[in-house]
């Protein structure tokens, strides 16, 4: 909760400060070519995020995903739009975005390789046959830099960057029902039977920083509201370069709808 | 026309989800029965992960004998089951899984030898990659005999990379040679979050196979006995109580000291599940005769005591020599240890355990 007030501040600190700036501008130096008055417009926007961690293409040792659910969905974002040509219609988007990006998902998996760890530092790595379930839960400030095109009166594209710092990190989860094999598959046997669980909690290996891909549309209505949807893709994975307690890399992928409020 | 693609790309995350690759091919290498007639068999078979052991009667002629046994799905064994050999010695044979990178050796053995008497505690080997000690004594015919367990195997999903001597089971400076060490151990916080936050450091005639869902029914006491009823059981120990007990929910319990324990039942045969599990509580119908280490005589002590603790009969019981019975020496590091209860740090040396007759 800290964070998202804290993000919230930080929006509309950077909200009214624009505010502040374009106003100063008006009234100091009227009808002059001011940078942040002319050519340029302002968006708040309040996304819903859907997507998760992922591997770019899945492995073999995840059998199924027998249940996926977002989580963390929200997220807030101002920004703003210059335009560079003389039509108006192409312009540069930067901004600053405080946005969730989290998932709750259960797979099927077959010598999954994975460590099973403690707070004492005890580890076990193994390959694990059953049920693994995988909650994320992220916050990061983003700051998207977007190229965007009006191709129509009602639509306009963009796509570009996005580089994000993490605010908060959380990625943990158990294995169960099935059968941990300590060190290889033919290692000691450790059957998880009922309730029974191997926890792991990976949050301290997560990137604190993520840079990658988005594109999307926003669809234009007559009132000051847009509708938006765009995809983002990590280009760097979400866990440290030396991670190795699980034997692929993970990367964020998402899908974003939301609502932009035009000043 | 850019639309239509950027729909393409919001349907990514899904897309990707759904491409499941094809299953790979099985890499289990067990055993997981194993069968010869019932008759010869004094006990059920004893399997752990690298090893089966028979133990049967004296009558039975083990240079001719063609065990067989269920591994894993779509696995295969060598030599294919029902392959006669000779016994003696112990015999190989190797379990290759479908993926054939993996496979595993199991050694085999058949064990005729009666239950020694007595236990130095001389002879223990590093096992499973090294990482902790198991105790075994020499048979007639030269194998190994490993009469004595521990609750070593379970611990090794909590240990990470813990030396053997921080096991809960390990070896210690003994009388003359070694001694068996016993020594409560935290687990892990995962482990304390299913309500067993330390392990007692325990030995048992017996076997041991993890059971997460009830971790006292992964220890199986009692190995076959025949011969006449024993006096009592003779010992030797040190004990140190760790500084402060706690209970199965991490919480110190105030004003107890810990305590060790050491004792012997001797129970009635049966055909099934020929064994005593942890929570017997010396409860158990079969129970024939009990010796336990009363009270007094659990002393803290850095030096060697002797102690000498009496058979007793179960009320309404009878022992007789000609049956066939099953016999646990259990000892442990922490009295309470089966209810996960105990201080860490409380340390049992053993040694010289022996069965005394008139």
């Known amino acids: 909760m800290k964070f998202i007030f804290t993000a919230l501040l930080g929006v509309c600190y950077f909200f009214s400060c624009n505010i502040c700036i374009a106003q100063n501008m008006n009234s100091a130096k009227p009808r002059e070519n001011s940078f942040f008055h002319d050519n340029i417009e302002y968006q708040a926007r309040l996304q819903l995020s859907v997507g998760g961690a992922s591997p770019r293409s899945i492995p073999a040792q995840i059998r199924e995903i027998e249940s996926f659910k977002p989580t963390h969905i929200l997220g807030l974002e101002m920004n703003a739009t210059k335009w560079i040509n003389q039509k108006n219609n192409m312009g540069i988007r930067v901004g600053l975005k405080y946005e969730g990006r989290g998932m709750k998902t259960r797979a099927r998996v077959k010598n999954y390789y994975t460590q099973i760890e403690d707070d004492s530092g005890a580890q076990t790595k193994g390959y694990f046959t059953g049920h693994v379930v995988t909650e994320m839960g992220n916050y990061y400030f983003t700051i998207p830099i977007l190229f965007v095109w009006n191709v129509s009166k009602q639509w306009n594209i963009y796509g570009g960057f996005y580089a994000s710092t993490i605010a908060n990190k959380s990625f943990s989860g158990y294995i169960s029902e099935g059968m941990f094999r300590e060190g290889s598959p033919i290692g000691e046997p450790t059957p998880f039977e009922g309730d029974s669980q191997g926890l792991y909690d990976f949050s301290n290996e997560i990137n604190s920083f993520q840079w990658g891909n988005q594109l999307g549309a926003e669809l234009k209505t007559k009132s000051n509201f847009r509708a938006f949807f765009d995809v983002t893709m990590a280009n760097n994975p979400l866990f440290n370069k030396n991670f190795e307690s699980i034997s692929f890399k993970m990367y964020n992928i998402f899908g974003n709808i939301g609502v932009a409020y035009h000043f | ?358």
């Open chain 2, 1 to 358: 026309m850019l639309i239509k693609k950027s729909y393409i790309l919001f349907i990514i995350p899904i897309l990707l989800s759904s491409c499941i690759k094809p299953e790979e091919l099985d890499t289990d290498a067990d055993i997981l029965d194993a069968y010869i007639p019932a008759e010869y068999l004094t006990t059920d078979p004893i399997i752990t992960n690298t090893s089966v052991e028979f133990r049967v009667k004296s009558n039975v002629d083990v240079t001719k004998q063609a065990p067989t046994f269920t591994i894993s799905k779509n696995a295969t064994i060598d030599p294919i089951n029902g392959t006669i050999r000779d016994y003696t010695q112990t015999q190989i044979s190797t379990v290759t899984a479908q993926d054939p990178r993996w496979k595993k050796a199991y050694t085999i053995t058949f064990n005729k030898d009666e239950l020694s008497t007595i236990y130095s505690f001389n002879h223990a080997e590093l096992t499973d990659k090294d990482r902790y000690y198991r105790f075994y004594t020499i048979g007639t015919t030269g194998n190994k005999v490993y009469d004595w367990a521990s609750g070593n195997p379970g611990y090794v999903t909590v240990a990470g990379d813990k030396p053997p001597n921080d096991y809960p089971t390990t070896v210690g400076e003994g009388i003359n040679g070694q001694a068996a060490k016993l020594q409560t151990v935290y687990t892990s916080s995962f482990a304390a979050a299913t309500g067993n936050p330390i392990a007692a450091g325990n030995l048992f005639l017996g076997s041991f196979k993890i059971n997460l869902l009830n971790t006292l029914k992964s220890t199986k006491f009692g190995l076959p006995y025949t011969g006449d009823l024993p006096k009592s059981v003779r010992a030797y120990y040190k004990y140190k109580p760790g500084p402060e007990v706690r209970n199965q929910d991490f919480k110190v319990v105030p004003n107890v000291v810990d305590s060790f324990d050491i004792y012997a039942i001797l129970f009635e045969s049966r055909s099934k599940d020929n064994f005593l599990y942890g929570d017997h509580d010396f409860k158990d119908p079969r129970n024939v005769a009990i010796a336990r280490i009363p009270a007094k005589d659990r002393l803290a002590t850095d030096t060697w005591r002797e102690i000498n603790f009496p058979f007793e009969l179960v009320p309404g019981k009878t022992f007789d020599p000609t049956k066939e019975y099953v016999l646990a020496i259990v000892m442990t590091s922490s009295i309470d240890g089966a209810r996960f209860t105990g201080a860490i740090g409380s340390t049992l040396i053993v040694d010289n355990v022996e069965l005394i007759y008139n």
